[in-house]
């Protein structure tokens, strides 16, 4: 038998360092064909991402420059996807920079395969035209095709959703204030509800915003997104030093003329199949100015808008699965004002350095009466005090109110009494005590003014009226002196107010601004004829 020859040390160095080459270096090589192979993957996927999204849209359009498959981690990117209204393609509605899908990894360990998304600084643009457009359309908005788009996207469903440095801008009618979120952060987990899948709300979501630049706003929440028939979420919300002035536009389809104020807000809601709450814990609103402005031109518009307005609140009132709060809404040094432009002498009427409180706010009847109190300067000069119990509506408006405006400076309503009365006056003190009562589609209740100091006709301002303004001013002065109540030295007269609500379309504010249109104005101007038939009686 030969002997075994024993290996020499270099040729088992030699095998080895085969061995580990090979090793080594096939892994590698495939690593480098899989890299190379992606990009000669791209223009085929760019091709045909591009037509499945176009496939899905209905009434919008999406081009897509470039897309980037990496066969090494399974990941695709999607670059420069912009999608745009057909009807109305400038701007485009939404500007993807990057979108990356690949494989939840994470979630590989818990057995399940799913995808995480990361879409990087997205820009989503919107105006009043498109919107219109949107609203006109035939196809609704849930038909677009937008979940089929997004599902097309890669082939596993997305457990993970990160938005990172979104920017949001409305524009309404005034392209020079747009409305713009920045900054918009947002992450969702849990999507397909892998983990806690028996709880209601099992994934969790928080996004983060400015607002206008200068506002904060944060939702911290959690969500059902695979709920039926819709999706259910609830959070709680914070707004942070918004600026009003950027919604004018959009007030001034409501006639409302708005400028500046802040907002801050914290509260709670929940919209989900079978709850649907929206707690607001308080709402303060410091600053604003803010006329409603009522014309021949607008007038049919406001009536529409008033019986909506009343439709709406009786179908919310007391209507079972809704809740509605507010816990505390406050106006902190605010101007609110009304201006009559359907009249032949247009006027203003006004509450400055308003304080308005309204606590325990709801649609439900057995949360009991919201109170407000109200502290203001009329016209700027009359201290002027208000109280009111509302009561969630069910047949109709239902409320308690009183009014007390202290010593107001006659000279600042002289617009009111040329509209009115066709007169003015150089001197007097104007006050307005009322007491007003709605229930069961009924009224009853008073208003008393009160003038003193009253100075209708002064030769040295109105000498250049015409001789029988003149003479009409001095008559209107004359019957104040008659009315005159000795010992007080003021004019006063009531006029009382009972009867039915009128149409039961008819909401709680509309009442309201019926009340100061009408009744308010009719007795600060009362009938001097019927006063002279009897002048002893107040």
Request: aromatic share 8%; charged share 25%.
């Amino acid at each position: 038998m030969g002997e075994k020859r024993e290996e020499k040390p270099w040729v088992k160095n030699l095998r080895d360092s085969r061995i580990l080459r090979w090793g080594v270096g096939i892994p590698v090589a495939l690593v480098v064909f899989l890299y190379i192979a992606s990009f000669f993957l791209d223009e085929p996927i760019r091709r045909i991402m591009e037509s499945r999204i176009n496939r899905n849209l209905k009434g919008y359009s999406a081009r897509l420059p470039g897309a980037h498959f990496q066969l090494i981690g399974l990941s695709l990117t999607l670059k420069g996807l912009t999608v745009s209204q057909q009807a109305h393609p400038d701007p485009p509605v939404v500007h993807f920079p990057e979108i990356k899908a690949t494989v939840h990894w994470r979630e590989i360990l818990s057995g399940k395969l799913v995808a995480e998304a990361v879409l990087t600084r997205p820009d989503i643009n919107i105006n009043l035209i498109q919107l219109r457009s949107e609203a006109a359309g035939a196809i609704p908005l849930k038909e677009r095709g937008w979940q089929q788009a997004v599902a097309d996207i890669y082939p596993l469903k997305f457990n993970t959703v990160t938005i990172k440095d979104a920017s949001i801008t409305y524009i309404d009618t005034d392209p020079g204030r747009p409305l713009v979120l920045s900054h918009l952060n947002l992450k969702a987990a849990n999507i397909r509800n892998i983990h806690l899948p028996d709880q209601v709300y099992p994934s969790s979501f928080h996004l983060d915003t400015a607002i206008f630049d200068s506002g904060r706003g944060t939702i911290d929440g959690k969500a059902n997104f695979l709920g039926e028939p819709y999706p259910g979420l609830k959070g709680r919300i914070t707004l942070d030093k918004v600026p009003l002035d950027y919604f004018k536009s959009m007030a001034a389809r409501s006639n409302l003329s708005l400028h500046g104020g802040v907002l801050q807000a914290a509260g709670e809601a929940e919209y989900a199949p079978n709850t649907k709450t929206a707690h607001l814990e308080n709402l303060s609103i410091q600053g604003m100015s803010m006329d409603y402005i009522h014309s021949k031109k607008t007038a049919g518009v406001e009536k529409k808008r008033a019986r909506e307005i009343g439709h709406a609140a009786r179908e919310l009132s007391n209507k079972p699965g809704l809740l509605l709060r507010a816990d505390q809404v406050n106006l902190t040094g605010c101007t609110l004002g009304m201006v009559n432009k359907a009249v032949s002498k247009p006027y203003r009427v006004y509450l400055a350095d308003t304080d308005f409180r309204m606590s325990n706010f709801s649609n439900q009847f057995a949360r009991g009466p919201a109170h407000v109190q109200l502290k203001a300067k009329f016209m700027g000069s009359g201290i002027t005090t208000a109280s009111a119990d509302f009561r969630p509506e069910k047949g109709g408006p239902d409320f308690d109110l009183f009014v007390k405006i202290g010593e107001t400076r006659l000279t600042t309503m002289n617009d009111v009494l040329r509209s009115y009365g066709d007169f003015d006056v150089s001197a007097g003190i104007f006050s307005l005590v009322t007491e007003l009562h709605i229930n069961n589609h009924a009224i009853t209740g008073y208003i008393k003014p009160f003038f003193k100091g009253m100075k209708v006709y002064d030769r040295r301002t109105d000498k250049d009226q015409g001789i029988l303004h003149q003479a009409y001013e001095m008559m209107v002065g004359g019957v104040a002196m008659l009315l005159k109540n000795r010992s007080q030295h003021e004019v006063a007269t009531k006029a009382d107010i009972s009867g039915p609500v009128g149409s039961p379309e008819t909401s709680t504010w509309q009442i309201v601004g019926q009340l100061i249109k009408n009744a308010f104005f009719k007795a600060i101007l009362p009938s001097f004829e019927k006063e002279l038939a009897g002048p002893g009686k107040r």
